[in-house]
């Protein structure tokens, strides 16, 4: 049955439901969050970039040591396998490290472009 009865009560949708805040809140600017949300999330999309970008060549790294490994003749040859790949996966976890914190550093700072007065201005 598609129409209401006499039983069903009359419930609003979701969106009935949260039309009206979210037209209140529009009306009210959302304040400082005009400025920030769209660099914020830009800045966000940087760093998960940054560490998809730093999984994926590990992930290579990874492939290279289990084929060194394979190919290892000797048990010393192994264990200097592991040793470099244990070096250089170190290096590259803590540039990556900094990368991060650098990019992470700047996530709440205002655009380049925004003037101090938008950023005064709550409209709230």
Do not use: C
């Amino acid at each position: 049955m598609t129409g209401k009865t006499k039983d069903t009560p009359n419930r609003r949708t979701a969106t009935e439901t949260m039309a009206p805040l979210l037209m209140a809140w529009q009306a009210a600017g959302l304040g400082p969050l005009n400025w920030l949300a769209p660099t914020m999330l830009e800045r966000m999309s940087d760093m998960g970039s940054e560490w998809f970008h730093f999984i994926a060549t590990r992930v290579q790294e990874d492939v290279a040591l289990q084929h060194a490994l394979l190919h290892a003749k000797t048990p010393a040859q192994a264990q200097a396998v592991q040793m470099e790949f244990l070096k250089k996966a170190v290096d590259q976890y803590s540039a990556e490290t900094g990368k991060l914190v650098e990019l992470s550093g700047k996530l709440f700072e205002p655009a380049d472009d925004v003037r101090d007065s938008d950023i005064d201005n709550v409209n709230v």
